[in-house]
């Protein structure tokens, strides 16, 4: 395939309806991971026990170190995204994201029925692994259907939806809790199901994807990166750890500080999460413009740097601190995802490339654990959360430096960079 004449392809513009319902299914696979980081505080809560104490179990329910393990757990169970991702190099981008897509939906509306916080995480790490890897899969559709004109517009488009299904249900959450519950916030993740059902439709094959099939179909993900790819798989692997050390626990743990640290109300946190949805917004039309202009590298290292810093203000203890920290943390994130989205994208050949991105969303998932469990534990001694995102972000942004260690794709097609 890597040789195969680009104009014999069907490519898309970033704007035509297969790139939007690919971001479609991404809204709801945010609308679904999401849940279990925007209801954290009123999970432990419900299932444990709140007291007048000083310490994070007093006043959230359950202690640092507990939730940390917990959200460890659900976490390493995308460790399953791996082979789920790897099956569309073998079944197709189509089917492999409408399956995974529904049935993690589903398995995640079950935690609604949870009996108790361990049940509730086991439920969680059920649904967990199918929603990453369709996750995956839908970055890997959405850079395989353009064009590099188009193509970080495109993976740009995906993680607005993506982010804008996050940030419904953070608001649902915040402003809706009393009506809702967080079962409540759980089982609408069944609305999606039912809503999105018409527009697979609208989901096609990727022609790079055709092409490839006809003449290499490899087994799913156990032995698909060939070894002259497996430097630049390692590398890509070691960015995913170590962005999502930081990434992790930033956003998990971001709500319960609001809700039971900061004490800050739920209007304000639902402020704070529109406004973060503007950062977004910028930050992916900025991220997207800078990647095709001065490289994927200089901006997705930049990115990276950036939620590092403002993830560490987040945590310093005032409610202003918070929403800025947030806010503009966000909009460092978004300025990363075009950049990196589609450079992991144009670095690999399209008969392993959703295979690389199982080991990218396999990767993250060992980093998010470690920060997780890190930073759970560090902010246990004595409430020091400003301490506890120290010490997990700002070693973890040094890896920034592994992107210089990968070409430059800006300005080029996959088949170039991988051919």
Not at 16 to 33: M, N, P, S, T, Y
Not at 91 to 113: C, D, E, N, P, S
Not at 213 to 234: C, E, I, K, S, Y
Not at 377 to 386: E, Y
Request: charged content about 10%; overall charge positive; proline content about 4%.
């Amino acid at each position: 395939m890597e040789g195969q004449d680009l104009s014999q392809l069907r490519l898309h513009r970033w704007s035509d309806r297969e790139i939007v319902a690919v971001a479609l299914a991404a809204l709801a696979i945010g609308f679904g991971q999401f849940g279990v980081v925007a209801a954290l505080g009123d999970v432990a809560k419900g299932f444990g026990q709140v007291s007048n104490g000083a310490t994070i179990a007093d006043q959230a329910g359950l202690s640092g170190t507990v939730l940390g393990v917990g959200l460890a757990i659900i976490r390493l169970a995308s460790l399953g995204g791996l082979p789920v991702a790897g099956l569309a190099d073998h079944f197709g981008r189509r089917r492999t994201l409408i399956a995974t897509l529904f049935a993690g939906l589903v398995v995640t509306a079950l935690a609604a029925a949870s009996p108790s916080y361990w049940w509730f995480v086991a439920i969680f790490a059920v649904g967990r692994p199918l929603l990453s890897g369709a996750d995956a899969v839908a970055q890997v559709t959405a850079a395989e259907q353009t064009g590099q004109a188009d193509r970080t517009k495109a993976v740009a488009l995906v993680a607005a939806g993506y982010g804008v299904g996050a940030g419904i249900a953070a608001v649902l959450h915040s402003i809706g809790l009393g009506a809702i519950g967080f079962r409540g916030l759980f089982a609408l993740a069944l609305l999606p199901v039912i809503v999105l059902a018409p527009l697979r439709h609208w989901l096609s094959e990727p022609d790079r994807f055709n092409v490839a099939a006809a003449t290499d179909r490899p087994l799913p993900v156990l032995g698909a990166v060939a070894p002259r790819f497996r430097r630049r798989l390692a590398v890509v692997a070691g960015l995913s750890f170590a962005l999502s050390v930081i990434t992790g626990p930033a956003n998990s743990f971001v709500f319960l500080y609001a809700q039971d640290i900061v004490h800050q109300s739920g209007y304000v946190t639902a402020a704070m999460v529109v406004g973060a949805g503007a950062s977004g917004l910028l930050g992916l039309v900025l991220g997207q413009w800078l990647a095709d202009r001065i490289g994927r590298r200089v901006t997705a290292t930049i990115g990276m740097v950036g939620i590092s810093v403002f993830g560490v203000l987040a945590y310093t203890g005032s409610g202003s601190a918070l929403a800025l920290g947030y806010i503009i943390g966000v909009l460092f994130g978004s300025l990363l995802a075009p950049a990196a989205g589609a450079m992991i994208n144009e670095l690999f050949p399209t008969s392993v490339r959703a295979s690389v991105a199982g080991w990218w969303v396999a990767a993250g998932v060992a980093g998010a654990a470690t920060g997780l469990i890190v930073f759970g534990t560090v902010a246990d001694i004595r409430n020091q959360f400003t301490l506890a995102a120290a010490v997990t972000f700002l070693p973890a942004a040094v890896a920034a430096v592994l992107f210089w260690l990968l070409p430059e794709t800006r300005g080029r097609e996959p088949e170039e960079v991988s051919g």
